[in-house]
């Protein structure tokens, strides 16, 4: 079944909040979300994947911003931490796989996660970006087009009927 954008968000937020009760998540919605749909599938792992990196590279009791903004023509969505960060002149090589930036310590990974990310993100026909400051935080930004609905497709869509609590931000 259909549901809003943004509770898809709020329950995505909720999920990844569950695993790690030393970040905070802060979800916030900004406006309404005209009529539309995007792929689930799709959506929960580009999402799940860039909120999951922003809480693994960022310092205990830090925020995690989720913001939610919808254009006439596109859907935004930015995950901001206050984390490491990524070196300038590495920045260029975040999508490829197995990356893994200078100043990751004893962080592990597989530096397989964005690559992947940037695929689906592709297969969408969307753009994802990234800013980021050495020590002080990362943003990434993604914006993904609406594309028509196919009945036969109901149960993979995200639907963006506007919700009614879209203003309201959401804090875990
Ligand atoms: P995994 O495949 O398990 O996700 P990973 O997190 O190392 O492993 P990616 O998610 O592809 O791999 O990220 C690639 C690299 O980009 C990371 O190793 C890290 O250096 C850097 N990176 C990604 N997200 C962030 C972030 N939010 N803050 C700082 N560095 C990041
Ligand atoms: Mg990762």
């Known amino acids: 079944t259909p549901i ?3 509770q898809f968000c709020r329950q ?12 905070t998540i802060v979800f916030c919605a900004h406006n309404q979300c005209p009529n539309g749909c ?10 799940t994947n860039l909120l999951t990196n922003a809480i693994k590279y960022s310092p205990e009791s830090s ?8 254009e006439s023509q596109k859907v935004i969505f930015r995950i ?3 984390g490491i960060g990524i070196p300038a002149n590495e920045q260029p090589e975040l999508f490829n796989s197995f990356f893994r930036a200078s100043n990751v310590g004893s962080i592990s990974g597989t530096g397989l996660g964005l690559s992947i990310v940037k695929k ?3 297969l969408h026909g969307g753009q994802i970006e990234v800013e980021s400051r050495l ?3 990362t943003t990434f930004t993604v914006k993904l087009p609406y ?7 109901k149960d993979k869509l995200v639907s963006l009927h506007p919700s009614t609590t879209a203003t309201a931000p959401l804090l875990n």
């Open 120 to 122: 689906a993100v592709d």
């Open 135 to 137: 020590g002080e935080g």
């Open 38 to 47: 995007l792929d689930q599938q799709l959506l929960r792992h580009i999402l």
């Open 147 to 153: 594309s028509g609905c196919r009945l036969s497709d």
């Open 4 to 6: 809003s954008l943004a």
């Open 80 to 82: 901001q931490d206050q």
């Open 63 to 70: 925020l995690v911003q989720f913001d939610l903004i919808c």
């Open 12 to 23: 995505l937020v909720e999920e990844v909040q569950l695993t790690t009760s030393t970040h």
